[in-house]
Nanobody
């Protein structure tokens, strides 16, 4: 059974930095993607950053140049370094894994979320 556990959220002032980490236990397929999503109160969950098993990355326009996603495949972890934080970055951040297997539908998994609050 795959489990994702986030850590590293908290309260920070605007302009500050935080680093989120997500530890994955269980099976990670050779073809996969790990992502960070966020959901602010009253808003839909949105993709923040993603990184495939091939190393390709994708970022939301709102975080480009400020956030960096990274992976340690040996440790089964994914991290999100967040710099120059803004009050509008305030949200619950979720770790996400999608496992691909040829001939089968992909399997998706979510962490429980970690709160990030940026004060002005």
């Amino acid at each position: 059974q795959v489990q994702l556990v986030e850590s590293g959220g908290g309260l920070v002032q605007a302009g500050g930095s935080l680093r989120l980490s997500c530890a994955v236990s269980g099976s990670i397929h050779s073809i996969n993607a790990m992502s960070w999503f966020r959901q602010a109160p009253g808003k839909q969950r949105e993709l923040v950053a993603a990184m495939s098993s091939a190393g390709d990355t994708n970022y939301a326009d709102s975080v480009k140049g400020r956030f960096t996603i990274s992976r340690d495949n040996a440790k089964n972890t994914v991290s999100l370094q967040m710099n120059s934080l803004k009050p509008e970055d305030t949200a619950v951040y979720y770790c996400h894994l999608i496992n691909y297997r040829l001939g089968n539908s992909p399997s998706t998994y979510w962490g429980q979320g970690t709160q990030v609050t940026v004060s002005s």
